[in-house]
């Protein structure tokens, strides 16, 4: 079940390869009620306590498959449905210290019924979420 807030509590934590920490998730829910297709998508930023993560250390997970920031507009046939929410993996070596963290998550989309300047894209959208990462 989702919770209301676009940053989901349940799933925040640290990943890992094998043994070895490399970096932490956050699963993020769309609120568009249609969806939206991976090629309306602008990349990610989010920021943890001051830190900012952007580009390539972000990566989308959506319906058990991972794509890199660059290559969400190679996908206009996939989309991220209302009810299922995005897993945001960030590298970050050793990961998130455990206790509470301020998170912020900046994104945008292009969608039905909503003017946009120029260059087509919306303006991203921020998201600001008080989250605690548990051991």
Do not use: C
């Not at 568009?32 to 990349?43: D, F, H, K, P």
């Not at 319906?63 to 970050?92: C, H, M, R």
Request: charged share 20%; net charge positive.
């Amino acid at each position: 079940m989702l919770e209301k807030d676009n940053i989901q509590s349940r799933g925040f934590k640290n990943v890992t390869d094998g043994k070895t920490v490399t970096g932490f998730q956050i699963p993020f829910r769309s609120s568009y009620y249609r969806g939206v297709w991976l090629s309306q998508l602008t990349e990610v930023t989010i920021t943890v306590d001051g830190e900012k993560f952007e580009g390539s250390r972000i990566t989308w997970k959506i319906g058990g498959k991972t794509y890199s920031q660059t290559d969400l507009a190679n996908y206009p046939d996939v989309n991220w449905p209302l009810y299922e929410p995005a897993i945001f993996i960030v590298q970050k070596p050793g990961g998130l210290s455990l206790g509470v963290h301020d998170v912020e998550v900046s994104v945008g989309y292009s969608v039905s019924y909503t003017p946009y300047p120029e260059n087509g894209w919306a303006t991203p959208r921020s998201y600001k979420k008080k989250m605690t990462l548990a051991g």
